[in-house]
């Protein structure tokens, strides 16, 4: 089992910036491909950036240039780097990882239990 848990969520004024984090725990050998998904109301839950095990990202447009995600190994944990919110950021955000287990099996499409940003006007 990999559980993954994130922290950083908040109100914040259009404009500021928060920092989000999640850490993977578990009997995990590796974590191939970490990412943050969100989900706001009436919408389905979407990624919006990720990153590989040696530091290639993506981005979702809507993102790209305000939002930075990055990750540090050896603690299996992975921030977003949200600036210049947008009241349309508002959204649960969701931790998602890709990996292998110590056994040597393979996990995929792991979700962490969100965390809430609201971005005020």
């Known amino acids: 089992q990999v559980q993954l848990v994130e922290s950083g969520g908040g109100l914040v004024q259009s404009g500021g910036s928060l920092r989000l984090s999640c850490t993977a725990s578990g009997s995990i050998t590796s974590i191939i491909r970490m990412a943050w998904g969100r989900q706001a109301p009436g919408n389905q839950r979407a990624l919006i950036a990720d990153?590989?095990?040696?530091?290639?990202?993506n981005y979702e447009d809507s993102v790209k240039g305000r939002f930075t995600i990055s990750r540090d190994n050896a603690k299996n944990t992975v921030y977003l780097q949200m600036n210049s919110l947008k009241p349309e950021d508002t959204a649960v955000y969701y931790c998602?990882?890709?990996?292998?287990?110590?056994?040597?099996?393979?996990?995929?499409?792991?979700w962490g239990q969100g965390t809430q940003v609201t971005v005020s006007s």
């Open positions: 990153i590989t095990l040696d530091g290639n990202t």
């Open positions: 998602y990882a890709d990996g292998r287990y110590s056994s040597g099996k393979m996990f995929t499409n792991k």
